[in-house]
């Protein structure tokens, strides 16, 4: 035991402890947690911006459609392909969906304690 329950491992029963260890946090760890997810979610952002810059914008037309077909589409068929690939997991990096996917509940209570 690494806690300062060991000053007291002798007096309380063993069980005791393991309930009372049950109710420490271990914030060392949380942080480490904490500092990987937020290194995926960067590296995400990192990702999206490659793809932007290197296959989205050398082939957008958005600057050469009117203005009416721009606020009727909303862009390009090329940005609006890339607007909707930022929300699918195809185009996510495998650590991103392992730690961060859709359906895991976990992350928005690590995340949020900043």
């Given amino acids: 035991m690494n806690t300062p329950l ?3 491992a002798r007096r309380l029963p063993r069980e005791l402890i393991h309930i009372i260890q049950t109710y420490i946090r271990n914030d060392l760890v949380h942080e480490a947690v904490r500092n990987h997810l937020h290194y995926l979610m ?3 952002e990192l990702y999206m911006k490659f793809v932007s810059d290197n296959y989205v914008e050398p082939v957008c037309y958005c600057h050469r459609m009117p203005r009416r ?3 009727k589409y ?7 392909w890339f607007e909707r ?3 699918e997991d195809e185009y996510k990096i495998a650590g991103y ?3 961060l996917g ?3 509940p976990q992350k928005y ?3 949020k304690n900043n």
């Fill in 102 to 104: 859709h359906d895991n």
């Fill in 74 to 80: 909303n862009g390009c068929q090329h940005c609006n």
């Fill in 97 to 99: 969906l392992t730690c």
């Fill in 109 to 111: 209570k690590l995340l």
């Fill in 85 to 87: 690939i930022e929300y």
């Fill in 42 to 44: 960067y590296e995400q």
């Fill in 69 to 71: 077909l721009l606020e």
């Fill in 6 to 8: 060991v000053l007291i």
